[in-house]
């Protein structure tokens, strides 16, 4: 018999699926737990820190390539003075505590701004070296940490300089909300820098100081562990399938105080895509995210519930094996011992008749051909025999219709799983720190957008001023040239003077009309295209009415918005059509939900001397939804524009302990279906099919019919009953020959006698 062929194969691997299906359902259902600390919270603690690694690495980066870049179009251009450099980078940049020029190779100050430099820190005689320029920390006297960023100033026949500027490792734009702290810490496990947590001389009550004091010594434990944490392979550490950040993160419990545990999340700085370096994951530092958060105050599981639903599958499996057994499988196997007996000349016992179904309708065929073979020893024929009362009765059930049974059956299992039982319905307990963190990371997402078109505007403004009034076309489009390969922000970048001709163009062909001058608005949006254009300005010091422009790629603002475990992202203008979208959209198009859009218009009220970020909870189809909208504020260029950013998500998809329930129930559901239909669908492929057709040859061939060869499609139980049938076909053939060749010659020889006879009386 064939491995995967036959009748037993399918129901054995039938029953052992069904037994093991009962018992992930009892495993599976009877360990979902609503546990103090949910796990969909740890989740979004882990999420927070990501959001604070991606802007710490975003800053850092953005600082050595701005300090870069500056020094570069410095160094292509004429000679200035050290004063000069720092006066022009300090004018359109604020991000560094302090900036300095420094003569290599006599190592003279020539020039500083700002806070005092640990020059100290620079070995000069290796800045030549690999890495010599990369960015390093270092630590001041009063305990601070700074990052130095490195360049050099390069002009002919003039001694290299060393253009030095420093930034403190702090978070831009993090929005915390209550209660909340985050950290960066360095390879070692050292804290670096942290926000939130207030110095103890600020506090005014003892209770509140022990509290900090608590804070900072959990805090400092979490770092040690996040350090070890981070230092492993996110291949290793992240689920097969996770996607969203690249590098590694996770979360932390602690201790609990007072119906409080601590909670954090980790993420070591990873560059924007797997495998990609930057300046900033050199400095292997890693963000930890903390927060004390309220315990449930019961946990529930229902253990019970889960061996229910998996002693019903037995129930079912059991009646279903049994129904194939018995109607199907041990009839088949008769028919098979039945046939090979008929083939063996054994002939005297009649056929046993299975109860119905085709196996009755082959059985009785067999017998009907046992007759015919057994008058054709006696009387050297075969003679084909009507069905007699013993056939009349036999065309019951058939296998195709108790295989649709079985099936029914297992549906009736699998259904109610998917449907009806352990749905999360309006009992369903969202916590509370789910819905301020979505608030309080869409307002970060929201300060990022802002500080990238922020920034966008100033690379502008440092551009327009290393051309000067006195760059021609050629210059221009070198220095444009230049900022396209260095920033692919922009898609487009022009020089427009007064009268809105272009003087200089690099990248693309611009997509807002030219003809006018410049825009007045640092950025601005352009709703003439099929797609949002923004633009930002930057007018040309000493050259009145001129202006350098860039058009921002659209792309570059959804990439900013790609931010796992914030469900759907859109940027919106003043009137609530979408600019940006971390999915599919429309330009333009509305929120197409009128609560998102009172959402939206209610965190623009201001709120004493600024809006606020707003988040909310509601139900929508049947589903909680989490919601939240945070408007651009803090100033700058971008602050001008009206936009907000909105998130929204399911809560069905995080993990809570109703909705684990309900995803398991129907995963369960999902599983049995697939069982049944791949065994099942094997069992009426491989044996019902053929065993309809075999029945209908059988009683084909019992009828009279010998000229149709029976050839078997499968070597097993019901290929071996076509070969016995195709053996006994050709025996009642040759048998039929015979009697024809004997009746041609008696009635050759009874003609001849009488002219022997004639002859003879002659």
Request: positive net charge.
């Amino acid at each position: 018999m064939s491995l995967l062929g036959g009748i037993r194969p399918p129901i054995t691997v039938l029953s052992v699926l069904l037994l093991a299906l009962a018992g992930f359902t009892a495993m599976s259902l009877g360990s979902v737990r609503e546990d103090r600390l949910p796990q969909a919270v740890l989740t979004s603690q882990q999420h927070f820190a990501e959001d604070g690694a991606i802007a710490l690495r975003a800053s850092l980066d953005e600082s050595v390539t701005d300090l870069n870049r500056a020094a570069a179009l410095f160094s292509a251009g004429k000679p200035v003075t050290p004063d000069a450099v720092l006066d022009r980078i300090g004018s359109v940049y604020q991000k560094w505590r302090g900036t300095a020029v420094v003569e290599i190779g006599s190592g003279r100050l020539l020039a500083a701004r700002g806070e005092n430099l640990p020059l100290t820190a620079v070995d000069r005689t290796k800045l030549s070296g690999d890495g010599g320029l990369a960015p390093r920390m270092v630590t001041l006297a009063n305990g601070e940490t700074r990052l130095l960023t490195l360049s050099l100033l390069t002009w002919k026949d003039r001694p290299q300089q060393l253009l030095v500027a420093s930034s403190s490792l702090r978070f831009p734009g993090i929005s915390l909300g209550n209660l909340r702290s985050i950290a960066v810490v360095g390879a070692d496990g050292t804290v670096l820098s942290t926000d939130g947590i207030p110095e103890p001389e600020m506090l005014l009550s003892d209770n509140r100081r022990a509290d900090v004091k608590r804070d900072t010594k959990q805090l400092a434990s979490f770092a040690k562990t996040a350090a070890r944490k981070a230092k492993a392979n996110p291949l290793t550490v992240k689920e097969p399938g996770s996607g969203g950040f690249p590098g590694v993160s996770g979360s932390l419990t602690g201790g609990e105080t007072s119906g409080e545990r601590a909670a954090a999340g980790y993420a070591r700085l990873s560059g924007p895509e797997a495998g990609v370096g930057t300046s900033a994951t050199s400095l292997e530092l890693t963000v930890v995210a903390m927060i004390d958060i309220t315990q449930n105050p019961s946990r529930a599981t229902d253990a019970f519930a889960g061996l229910v639903l998996a002693g019903s599958l037995l129930l079912v499996g059991a009646l279903v094996i049994a129904l194939l057994v018995a109607t199907v499988q041990r009839p088949l196997i008769t028919l098979y011992l039945e046939s090979r007996r008929l083939t063996r000349g054994d002939l005297t016992r009649p056929v046993t008749i299975p109860r119905g179904g085709e196996a009755a309708r082959i059985a009785l065929a067999l017998d009907r051909l046992r007759g015919q073979l057994r008058d054709r020893d006696r009387e050297g024929g075969g003679v084909p025999a009507a069905p007699g009362a013993r056939g009349r009765n036999k065309r019951r059930t058939g296998a195709r219709t108790l295989v649709a049974v079985c099936a029914v059956l297992l549906l009736a299992w699998c259904v109610p799983l998917g449907l009806l039982v352990n749905r999360a319905g309006d009992s369903v307990v969202v916590p509370q720190q789910l819905v301020n963190d979505q608030r309080e990371r869409t307002d970060t997402l929201n300060d990022r957008v802002r500080r990238a078109l922020n920034e966008g505007q100033a690379d502008l403004a440092s551009v327009a001023a290393l051309m000067g009034a006195e760059a021609g076309p050629d210059r221009m489009s070198e220095v444009l040239e230049h900022t396209v390969r260095e920033h692919t922000r922009y898609a487009s970048l022009y020089v427009l003077d007064g009268s809105g001709k272009a003087l200089a163009q690099a990248g693309g062909t611009p997509r807002a009309p030219l003809g006018k001058g410049p825009r007045k608005e640092p950025v601005a949006l352009y709703d003439g295209a099929k797609e949002p254009v923004v633009i930002a300005t930057a007018e040309v010091p000493g050259r009145a009415g001129t202006a350098v422009v860039g058009e921002f790629r659209i792309d570059f603002l959804n990439a900013l918005l790609k931010r796992p475990g914030l469900g759907e992202i859109r940027v919106v203008d003043s009137k609530h059509r979408v600019i940006g979208s971390n999915s599919g959209y429309r330009a333009f198009q509305g929120l197409d939900d009128a609560r998102l859009d009172a959402l939206v218009q209610g965190s623009s009220l201001k709120v004493g001397m600024a809006p606020r970020p707003g988040g909310v909870l509601y139900r929508s189809g049947g589903d909680h939804v989490i919601a939240a909208a945070a408007p651009f504020s803090g100033g700058g260029a971008a602050g001008d524009l009206k936009w907000s950013v909105v998130s929204w998500q399911s809560a069905k998809g995080l993990a809570i302990s109703e909705y684990s329930l309900q995803n398991r129930t129907v995963l369960a559901g999902l599983l049995g279906f697939a069982v049944g239909a791949a065994c099942l669908g094997w069992l009426q492929i491989i044996v019902v099919a053929p065993l309809r057709e075999l029945a209908r040859r059988a009683e084909a061939l019992a009828d009279g019919d010998r000229r149709t060869v029976l050839y078997p499609r499968h070597h097993d139980e019901v290929g071996a009953v076509t070969r016995s049938l195709e053996i006994i076909r050709q025996q009642l053939q040759q048998s039929g020959r015979r009697r024809g060749q004997q009746r041609t010659t008696n009635d050759t020889g009874g003609a001849g006698a009488p002219s022997a006879a004639t002859a003879g009386r002659n």
